[in-house]
């Protein structure tokens, strides 16, 4: 089992561009999380799927932020325009039953300069 | 929204020694988790705790769901310098959704 997998690790980019970061979940898991962490506010929930339809996207900061699963094994969190503030590390991370945890993935670190 | 109040933030101890983080709630939970999160890395899955009063080991750790199924701990014996990282408490609320709530984590430093 490969575990989650994101792309890319690292991502620079400058002010105003798009960002889009992937995601593969473990083959059979049915639920796919977006967080993302930062040193003032720690691990935060950006959206959430189960079987590939969005159930809770609360935690999306604000209408830049955009996020799809087209597929059971593909998702992508889009950020349109970046903005420096926007600098965190995003992960993702899926589950089968919610009661056995999450896994996580290494995570993509975005830096907007 | 839920809060999980984790304590300490942050501790320094020498190789050798045990240490022990708490994690409380105001609100009940069904279940409790606790990760471990290495540098450069995602969070990862040390121990699960499904019932209130449970104890569960895992090698040096030892985790327990409070009776009252608002609080948690998380117990590492005789620490190591590879414990290093950050701990993060999880839990899943009553009632609650898919989403797992999360404290603000634990960092800890092991000085050889």
């Known amino acids: 089992d490969a575990g989650v997998i994101q792309s890319p690790r690292h991502e620079v980019t400058e002010m105003g561009q798009e960002v889009t970061l992937r995601c593969k979940p473990i083959s059979g898991h049915n639920s796919l999380f977006w967080y993302r962490q930062t040193m003032m506010r720690g691990l935060e929930l950006l959206i959430y799927f189960n079987n590939n339809v969005p159930i809770d996207d609360s935690g999306m900061p604000e209408d830049r932020f955009s996020a799809k699963m087209p597929n059971a094994s593909f998702s992508t969190l889009k950020i349109q325009p970046s903005e420096p503030r926007d600098s965190a590390v995003y992960f993702c991370?899926?589950?089968?039953?919610?009661?056995?945890?999450?896994?996580f993935g290494s995570g993509t670190r975005l830096t907007v300069v | 929204g839920q809060q999980l109040n984790q304590s300490p933030q942050s501790m320094f101890i020498q190789e050798g020694e045990d240490v022990s983080m708490n994690c409380t709630s105001s609100?009940?939970?069904?279940?409790w988790l606790w990760y471990k999160q290495d540098p450069g890395e995602g969070p990862v899955l040390l121990i699960a705790?499904?019932?209130?009063?449970e104890l569960t080991s895992n090698g040096r750790l030892t985790a327990q769901f409070g009776i009252t199924r608002k609080d948690s701990f998380l117990n590492i014996s005789a620490s190591i310098p590879s414990d290093v990282g950050i701990y993060f408490c999880?839990?899943?609320?009553?009632?609650?959704?898919?989403?797992?709530?999360f404290g603000k984590g634990m960092k800890l430093t092991v000085n050889p």
């Open positions: 705790l499904y019932k209130a009063g």
């Open positions: 991370a899926s589950s089968f039953i919610r009661n056995y945890g999450y896994t």
């Open positions: 999880a839990g899943v609320s009553q009632g609650g959704s898919e989403k797992l709530v």
């Open positions: 609100s009940i939970f069904n279940t």
